[in-house]
C-alpha cells in the first residue's frame, strides 16, 4: 500500500493514544530501549570504517524486533523502498500543526523514546525576551542578547541559524527586531532531533515521510536564505557529529584509487578544528575563509570556494567518498562505485536535497607558505571618478593572470560616498611576500602611470592556511543572526577578458552596480583543473569558466516592514540585471545568491539541471527533502507569501 494512503487511512484516535508494548502495557523509556543496532564498523560499502556514531544504525532487524514486541504505529518508523508504487500516490500538503492528522503527544513521545530522547520541542532562542512564552527571563534574556550575533552562539541553538530574514524574523532579543515585535514561533521548526547517531536520522527520516510531515536539516544554519528553517517541520540537527579522522600519509582510498593524504570528517565539523587538525599534521584542506562554517554541510553541497580553490578545486571536487542516509531511511556510501549518480549530485547539487550526510573522505594536500597583500585607494582631490575607474580596470585586467598564478583576493568596492577600491587581502598560495611584491609591481606601476598612488600596502608572510586566515579576518568579524540585508551574485565568466567589449560592459555594470547599490564584494579566484580528484560532479558549470565571482547586495533598518524588505529585494533583482546582460549563459553561487533570482535553475546548476531534476525523482519521490531554490523546489510552494519576500512562515503544499 501506498505510504500516504496508509496514513490517511489510520486511525486518528489511535494515534492520540498512548502508546503500547505486550499485552497492552504503555510504552516507556523503561521497558522500551532505543531503536539502534550496533553494526561492525567495517561493514561500510565505502571500504572506510564508520565512525562509531555510523556505527549506531536503524535496521530492518529493529524494525522486526519493535513489531515482535507490539509496539503500537511501528509503521510510522519503517523503510519505503518501493519508490516505484510511492511515487505514483498524489502529493498534498505537508501535514501542519493544527492538522486532524498532525501527531498527538504520544506520538511524539514515542519518537522521543525511540530516538533515546533526543527529541527537542521547539522554542524560538530569543523566548527569554518575551513575557508571553514560559521561558521568560530578563536575565537570561541579557544574556542571550549579547551573544545573539556571534556564530557560535547560533549554531549551540537547535533553533538557531545565521540569517533570519528568509526564516520571517519570528523571535529575535527586542533590541535586535522592529518596535514592538513579538515572538512566535514562526518560520521554526516545531520539533529538532539532535542527532549524535545514523539510527537517530534515520528514524526522523522515516518518521516525517510516513507522516508527511515537512522535514528539514541543520547543520550550522550558515545559510543565508534560511534553507535550514520550516514552520511546522521536523528538524535534524547533525551539529554533534564532530569526528575527525586522519587516514594517513599512504592512505589508499579503495574506490576511487586516489592514494596520499586524506580525512574522514563528521558533518558537523566546522573549518577551524580540521584546519587545525591537517595544520598539526603539515597539511591544507580546502575549506573557507570563515571559521565556523560545517565543511560536510551545505558548504561541500554548494561547491564551496575557498582561498585553496585557484590551485586545487572546489570544495566538493575533494570528495572521495560520503555516508548519507537517503529519503528512504536508508543509511549508504556514496561514491564513485556505490550509487555513482547520487555521487555526482550530492558535490555541488545542493543542500537539503539528496539526503543527510554523516561523514566524508577528502583530500589534503602538503602545507605551503601563504603571502598577502592588502591596499587601497579611491577618489579624492587628486584622483578623479574617471581615473579611479581606470584604475579599477586596471586591477580587474590582472584577474586571469592571477587565478592562473593560484591566487584568491577578496576585495570591495565601497561608493557610499565617493567611490574607493580595497584589496583585503590578495592571497598567494606558495608564495612569500618577495614573489607576491615581484608579481603585483607591474598592477602599481599602471596604477602610478594613471596619478594613482598607493600608499598603504602591506605585505604579511605566513606558514599556512591556518595562519593567513588567523592573521587575516578576526573571529570577531563573523557575524550572524543578522535579518537586515539580502545578497545576489553573478560568476561572471574569463571569455568576458578575452574581447574588449564584452570586458567594458562587464566593466560598466560592475560600476552600476556599485554605484545604485553603494558596495560590492568579490573574489578573484578560479576553480582549478585538478586531475588528482573526481571533478565530475554537479557544480554549476559556470565556476569552471570563471575567475571573477560578484555579490551585489540589498539592505533595510531594522524597522522595515515585510513591504519594505519585499521592495529592497525586487530593486535587487533589477539592479542585478546588468550583470546577467554582461554574462549570458552563466550563472550564479547556490550559496551565495539571491534567492528571488530569475531562472535559478539555469543560474544556480547550468546544464545539469535536467540530470538533477530526473535524480531528485528518483530518489526522493516523497519531496521529503525541500529547500527554497534547491533541485525539484519549483513542485512547491509555502503559503502565505508576498512577492520577492518569501519566508519559511507557511505550510509546504504542492503546486
Known amino acids: 500500500m501506498a505510504r500516504l494512503a496508509f496514513v490517511a487511512a489510520l486511525s486518528l484516535a489511535n494515534l492520540a493514544l498512548a502508546q503500547t508494548i505486550q499485552d497492552g502495557v504503555e510504552a516507556t523509556e523503561e521497558n522500551v530501549a532505543p531503536a539502534v543496532e550496533t553494526v561492525d564498523p567495517d561493514a561500510a560499502s565505502s571500504g572506510v570504517d564508520y565512525f562509531p556514531f555510523e556505527s549506531s544504525q536503524l535496521t530492518t532487524d529493529v524494525i522486526a524486533n519493535l513489531t515482535n514486541y507490539n509496539l503500537s504505529d511501528v509503521d510510522l518508523f519503517t523503510f519505503s523502498d518501493d519508490a516505484a508504487v510511492e511515487k505514483r500516490t498524489s502529493r498534498v500538503c505537508k501535514t501542519y500543526p493544527g492538522d486532524r492528522a498532525w501527531p498527538a503527544r504520544p506520538i511524539w513521545d514515542l ?53 533570519y530574514a528568509f526564516e520571517g524574523v519570528s523571535c529575535l532579543p527586542p533590541t535586535l527586531t522592529r518596535t514592538g515585535a513579538n515572538c512566535t514561533l514562526g518560520g521554526m521548526p516545531s520539533y529538532v532531533v539532535k542527532a549524535t547517531n545514523v539510527a537517530q536520522i534515520q528514524l526522523a527520516v522515516n518518521f516525517a515521510r510516513n507522516l508527511n510531515l515537512r522535514l528539514i536539516v541543520k547543520n550550522k544554519g550558515h545559510d543565508f536564505k534560511a534553507k535550514s528553517s520550516g514552520a511546522g517541520a521536523l528538524s535534524i540537527w547533525t ?58 554541510g551545505g558548504y561541500s553541497a554548494g561547491g564551496g570556494h575557498s582561498p585553496l580553490a585557484s590551485k586545487y578545486g572546489l570544495a566538493a571536487d575533494q570528495i572521495l567518498s560520503m555516508e548519507v542516509v537517503l529519503p528512504n531511511g536508508r543509511f549508504v556510501s556514496v561514491d564513485e562505485k556505490n550509487y555513482p549518480d547520487l555521487f555526482f549530485a550530492l558535490r555541488g547539487g545542493g543542500g537539503s536535497t539528496w539526503g543527510i550526510v554523516t561523514s566524508l573522505v577528502i583530500r589534503a594536500y602538503p602545507k605551503t607558505p601563504v603571502a598577502t597583500l592588502s591596499y587601497s585607494f579611491g577618489i579624492g582631490t587628486d584622483i578623479s571618478a574617471d581615473t579611479f575607474w581606470e584604475g579599477v580596470d586596471a586591477v580587474f585586467a590582472k584577474f586571469p593572470e592571477y587565478a592562473d598564478k593560484g591566487m584568491y583576493s577578496y576585495w570591495s568596492l565601497s561608493c557610499f560616498f565617493d567611490c574607493a577600491f580595497a584589496m583585503s587581502p590578495q592571497w598567494g598560495n606558495d608564495m612569500d611576500s618577495a614573489a607576491l611584491k615581484t608579481l603585483s609591481t607591474p598592477l602599481f606601476d599602471e596604477l602610478t602611470a594613471l596619478g594613482i598612488t598607493v600608499s598603504d600596502a602591506v605585505y604579511s608572510d605566513f606558514d599556512g592556511v591556518l595562519s593567513a586566515i588567523d592573521g587575516t579576518w578576526s573571529a570577531e568579524s563573523e557575524q550572524t543572526g543578522v535579518w537586515n540585508f539580502n545578497t545576489a551574485s553573478r560568476l561572471f565568466p574569463r571569455s568576458n577578458w578575452d574581447d574588449a567589449t564584452k570586458l567594458s560592459a562587464q566593466t560598466a555594470a560592475i560600476r552600476q552596480g556599485a554605484e545604485n547599490a553603494g558596495m560590492v564584494l568579490g573574489y578573484n579566484m578560479k576553480a582549478a583543473d585538478n586531475p588528482s580528484v573526481n571533478q565530475t560532479n554537479a557544480v554549476n558549470p559556470a565556476w569552471r569558466n570563471t575567475v571573477l565571482h560578484g555579490l551585489l547586495g540589498a539592505t533595510w533598518s531594522q524597522e522595515a516592514t515585510p513591504a519594505d524588505i519585499a521592495a529592497a529585494n525586487k530593486n535587487l533583482v533589477d539592479m542585478m540585471q546588468p550583470w546577467r546582460d554582461a554574462s549570458p549563459g552563466a550563472g550564479a553561487y547556490l550559496n551565495e545568491a539571491d534567492i528571488n533570482e530569475p531562472n535559478w535553475q539555469q543560474a544556480f546548476y547550468g546544464s545539469n539541471y535536467a540530470y538533477l531534476y530526473q535524480l531528485k525523482q528518483k530518489y526522493d519521490p516523497w519531496g521529503l527533502m525541500w529547500a527554497p531554490t534547491a533541485v525539484g523546489s519549483e513542485d512547491w510552494y509555502v503559503t502565505g507569501q508576498i512577492d520577492y519576500y518569501p519566508t519559511q512562515n507557511g505550510k509546504l503544499c504542492p503546486k
Open 111 to 163: 519518537l522521543n523514546i525511540l530516538l533515546g530522547g533526543a527529541l527537542i520541542q521547539g522554542v524560538p532562542a530569543a523566548a527569554p525576551c518575551y513575557s508571553n512564552w514560559p521561558q521568560y527571563d530578563e536575565t537570561k534574556c541579557a544574556s542571550i542578547t549579547s551573544q545573539w550575533q556571534t556564530p557560535q552562539y547560533q549554531l549551540s541553538q537547535p533553533l538557531g541559524i545565521q540569517y
Open 239 to 296: 551539529n554533534a557529529l564532530q569526528s575527525i579522522q586522519y587516514l594517513g600519509s599512504t592512505y589508499s582510498h579503495p574506490v576511487s584509487g586516489y592514494k596520499g593524504p586524506a580525512f574522514k570528517v563528521g558533518a558537523g565539523v566546522q573549518a577551524l578544528p580540521l584546519y587545525q587538525a591537517a595544520d598539526k599534521l603539515g597539511l591544507h584542506i580546502v575549506g573557507g575563509n570563515t571559521r565556523t562554517v560545517g565543511i560536510g
